[in-house]
């Protein structure tokens, strides 16, 4: 069974910078793209940042553009996403998601949120 597990989140000020980890297990990481979304409480899902298979092509919400980078370890099966200049609008837990099927390469549609982890909880505040 696909596994995601995500740690790192933290409460820092603003400005300050995180990084994010989620290991991966029960499928072969390098076959799929990757995505993290978010979401705050009582808020909508937003996807934040994708990544293809082999970490050639990323993309980012115009949300997060220039303050995140995702970026992958396939051999270590993990996937990462470095925040920095967080903003108290980035608060939000962090989830690591599967995109639906290998054809995929983490665009804002591709991604599996049945597939998430329990998430890591990110909090911005002075």
């Known amino acids: 069974a696909v596994q995601l597990v995500e740690s790192g989140g933290g409460s820092v000020q603003p400005g300050g910078s995180l990084r994010l980890s989620c290991s991966a297990s029960?499928?072969?990481?390098?076959?799929?793209?990757m995505s993290w979304v978010r979401q705050a409480p009582g808020e909508e899902l937003e996807w934040v940042a994708g990544i293809s298979r082999l970490g050639r092509t990323t993309h980012y919400a115009d949300s997060v553009k220039g303050r995140f980078t995702i970026s992958r370890d396939n051999p270590k099966k993990t996937l990462y996403l470095q925040l920095t200049n967080l903003k108290t609008e980035d608060t939000a837990m962090y989830y690591c998601?599967?995109?639906?099927?290998?054809?995929?390469?983490?665009?804002?549609?591709?991604?599996?949120?049945?597939?998430r982890g329990q998430g890591t909880q990110v909090t911005v505040s002075a």
């Open positions: 998601t599967r995109d639906r099927d290998t054809l995929q390469t983490g665009t804002k549609d591709d991604f599996d949120w049945a597939t």
């Open positions: 029960g499928f072969i990481l390098s076959s799929y793209g």
